[in-house]
C-alpha cells in the first residue's frame, strides 16, 4: 500500500515528485472522482470562475496546472472569441485534457502542452487572464508561480486562483474536517488503487494559507485590487488579483 508523509514533513523536491507521481496514478478516475467527492460542486466553481474573467485585449486564457483541461474548456465554451491555452506538468493528465478538446470539437481554440507553472515558456503580456484550479497548493513555490501568472498577462488582466480551502472556525469547519480526513479517503479507496492520494489531498487543503495568508502572497508580488469569493461555505475560495505595472 503506498503512503505519502505529511505535507509538511516534505522538502520541495519530494513534494513535486510525490504530486507528479499522484496525478499520473488516478488520471484514468480523476475527472469522476472530482464530480463524486465533490458532489458536482467543482462544476459550479469552476463555471463561477469564468464568469469572473474580463476579456479586453488579448482575447486569450491561460490555464496553468491544467490537468485534464475543465477550466479550460469551461473557459472556450463560454467565450466563444477567446482563444485557450493550458499547460500541466504532468503528461498523462495533458494527454486525456487533449482527447477531451478532440472531442468536444475545440481544437482550433484550445491548445493543452506540457509546461511548468513556475517556468512558463510564455511571452510577456500574452494573455487577458491567467488562472489556476486546485493546483497551486501541490506548488512549493507559490510565489515564484503567481510571479509568472502575473508576468505573462497584460496591465489590467486578471491573475486568478480557485482553490479547495477550510471555512472559517466552527459547525462547518469541524463538519468539513470529518470529511476530509475521515469520509473521502474511505470513498476514494472504492475507486481508485491509490487512495493515499486522497489521504494527501486532504493533507494539503488542511495545509493550505488561510485567505488572509494568500492574499498577502498575491499582494506581495504587485497584484492589486485582490480580492476573495468564499464558496460553499469557505469549502473553496476563488481569489482575484490585477495587473497594474
Known sequence: MIEYP???????EQRISIVKNIFASVTDKYDF????LSGRRDVVWRKRTVREMKFFKTHRFLDVATGTGDLALDCANTYEKVKVTGVDFV?????KGVEKVSMQKLVERVELKWGDATQLEIDNNSFDVSAIAFGIRNIPDKIKALNEMKRVIVEKGQVMVLE?????PGFWRSIYSFYLNGVLPKLAKLFTNNPAAYEYLADS???????KEFIFLME???LKNCKTIPLTFGICTL???????
Request: proline share 8%; glycine share 6%.
Open 6 to 12: 505529511p505535507v509538511d514533513k516534505m522538502n520541495d
Open 33 to 36: 472522482l472530482n464530480r463524486f
Open 91 to 95: 503528461q498523462a493528465m495533458v494527454d
Open 164 to 168: 479547495l480551502t477550510t471555512p472559517e
Open 205 to 211: 487543503i488542511m495545509n493550505f494559507p488561510t485567505r
Open 220 to 222: 506581495s508580488i504587485g
Open 239 to 245: 481569489y482575484i488579483g490585477e495587473k497594474q505595472d
